[in-house]
């Protein structure tokens, strides 16, 4: 079985833990924290992946590095553990967050501009586009990127929406070229 399907099994099954347990905004932050110390940390992720050290000895290192998390989330880091699939907790996390979105009927976006964006052109480019892909919003990553030279790039998934005066201009040129 393919990586992402093990994983997607794993999240839909905390997902569906989280919602009857009406947890699904505390499990959601909880698994970002978790996600983050493994992407940023990658001294954690080279000793779970050490065949020098016991299981009890990995549940011990996440035990005390996630003491304050949901039980949940722990007993998901746990079982990830038992079945030695600790190089899936960051894909995990991601197909939680994917769920999550889902069902709150919101995307992440991220979008490039040449400066850091005000609240209220977030929230003008949230709805904008939230409707454009049938959600209710998105969840904004300003990236700020010099070189565009004025408007934005929105990346919604893997759909592009480049309104850029870089991206106009480097239309223009094929088009001229052709």
């Known amino acids: 079985m ?7 099994r794993y999240a839909l099954a905390l997902f ?14 909880e698994l970002r924290v978790v996600k983050e110390v493994f992407v940023y940390n990658t001294d954690l992720k080279a000793v779970l992946k050490s065949s020098k050290l016991t299981l009890d000895k990995k ?8 003491s304050a998390v949901n039980p949940y989330v722990m007993n998901t ?9 600790e190089d899936e907790i960051i894909e995990v996390a991601n197909q939680f967050f994917e769920l999550a979105n889902e069902e709150k009927g919101i ?7 040449t400066r850091e964006l005000s609240d209220a052109e977030r929230e003008a480019i949230s709805a904008t ?3 454009k892909v049938g959600k209710k919003s998105l ?13 934005v790039k929105v990346r919604i ?6 309104g850029s005066l870089r991206g106009k201009l480097d239309r223009l040129e094929r088009k001229l070229l052709s």
């Open 77 to 85: 880091l746990m079982l990830l553990i038992d079945r030695h699939r």
């Open 129 to 131: 586009f939230g409707a």
């Open 157 to 162: 998934g893997n759909r592009i929406y480049d």
């Open 107 to 113: 995307a992440d976006a991220e979008v490039t501009s």
């Open 59 to 66: 549940k011990e290192i996440l035990t005390n590095a996630f």
């Open 139 to 151: 969840r904004i990553e300003n990236i700020v990127d010099s070189e565009l030279l004025g408007g």
């Open 2 to 8: 393919s990586n992402s399907m093990v994983a997607k």
């Open 16 to 29: 569906q833990i989280a919602k009857e347990q009406q947890l699904l905004g505390v499990v959601e932050e």
